[in-house]
């Protein structure tokens, strides 16, 4: 046989996409696994031609599911961000947009026992080891993918899914702040780092000659922001002890302005080559948590709520992303207890997607 079939699904989770796996079906060496996925997307090629992938870094992620054996969860969530052209897969991060395919997923593929109305998921993200509590409608005990939900980013409406995030903070680095300050200034610009879901460097738009109001096809434009960017994102990634993250996606980046459509604050968020087009899950938790935290780059841009949990609304590149934060300000410092949204996914095909036989002979 010429080639391997792996079974799957493929679905859209919030405003990413890609194949959902089986654990069980795929290598248990990482570099194999790596192999494997890349010849599946199509790495390598600006298009993904020779493979599934959409062209764009939301388009070629990879969620692979397995039983859990953790005492919380349902599931274990390993993610995989591929790249474009590259021909690199990225096992340090998780996502966000991606797990909100999971739960449908995992029940859809028999890991979780379904219920009818709704069906709770319990979810490990195993990358980052955060706990995610996932709430799937399933009404006659069947994945329901209709509903009056819109997400922007996503044209027509879906059922929701709602995730609540816990464990979150520190969960690459082991710190909130992982520089053990609210700002660091490097090469002249004032930014903070934060571990929240998603570690991340956050600065100020105008501190790097922007407005915050920029559509993402203008910023993918802007060679000369990008190599300044990526220059602070190298020098951050040192001082928040992840080494050397030139060929890593993460730490993110991401820049706030003040809000001009009703929300809390502007931002913009990247991926980190590419500006994101809508917003990462991850990414919100971290700049909501940002906006909430006195002393931080946020500080003066926003208006803060007074209550808990505060509901904060990003303003993205193609319109708003809600976050609920509970948060606890207390004499001994501020902590973010868990972060809530809502977002929507939907199945898209299933059956057998084929890698060839030279790169894995399977079972």
Not at 262 to 283: C, D, E, L, N, Q
Not at 290 to 302: E, H, K, N, R, S
Not at 337 to 360: D, E, I, N
Request: aromatic share 6%; glycine share 12%.
């Amino acid at each position: 046989m010429s080639q391997t079939a792996i079974p799957f699904l493929f679905m859209r989770g919030g405003t990413s996409r890609g194949p959902y796996l089986n654990r069980a079906d795929l290598p248990e060496d990482l570099q194999k696994l790596a192999e494997v996925l890349i010849a599946m997307v199509g790495s390598g090629h600006p298009l993904n031609i020779d493979g599934i992938g959409g062209g764009a870094a939301v388009t070629t992620k990879v969620a692979m599911l397995s039983r859990s054996a953790d005492g919380w969860a349902d599931v274990d969530y390993f993610f995989a961000q591929v790249s474009v052209e590259d021909r690199l897969v990225d096992f340090k991060p998780t996502c966000g947009n991606i797990l909100s395919g999971v739960g449908p997923a995992a029940i859809e593929m028999g890991l979780v026992p379904v219920q009818d109305g709704e069906t709770p998921v319990n979810i490990r993200a195993v990358n980052t080891e955060a706990r995610v509590a996932a709430m799937v409608q399933t009404p006659g005990g069947q994945v329901s993918y209709e509903g009056d939900t819109r997400i922007d980013g996503v044209p027509g409406t879906s059922a929701p899914v709602a995730l609540q995030f816990m464990e979150t903070v520190g969960g690459v680095t082991g710190a909130f702040l992982p520089t053990g300050k609210l700002v660091d200034v490097i090469d002249g610009v004032e930014v903070t780092c934060m571990d929240v879901a998603m570690p991340m460097i956050i600065a100020r738009a105008e501190s790097l000659g922007l407005t915050g109001y920029e559509s993402a096809a203008e910023l993918d434009e802007n060679a000369d922001f990008f190599a300044r960017m990526e220059a602070l994102r190298i020098k951050a990634g040192a001082l928040m002890g992840m080494g050397d993250v030139s060929s890593s996606v993460t730490p993110k980046f991401g820049v706030l302005a003040p809000a001009t459509k009703g929300g809390t604050i502007a931002t913009r968020y990247f991926m980190p080559w590419k500006t994101h087009p809508t917003m990462a899950v991850t990414g919100a938790q971290c700049l909501a948590a940002c906006v909430l935290t006195p002393g931080t780059v946020a500080d003066g841009l926003a208006a803060k709520p007074n209550v808990t949990p505060a509901p904060i609304t990003l303003e993205h590149a193609s319109g708003t992303i809600d976050v609920l934060v509970d948060y606890a300000q207390a004499e001994n410092g501020f902590t973010i207890k868990s972060a809530g949204l809502v977002r929507t996914a939907r199945k898209l095909a299933q059956g057998s997607v084929f890698v060839p036989a030279g790169t894995w002979g399977g079972h």
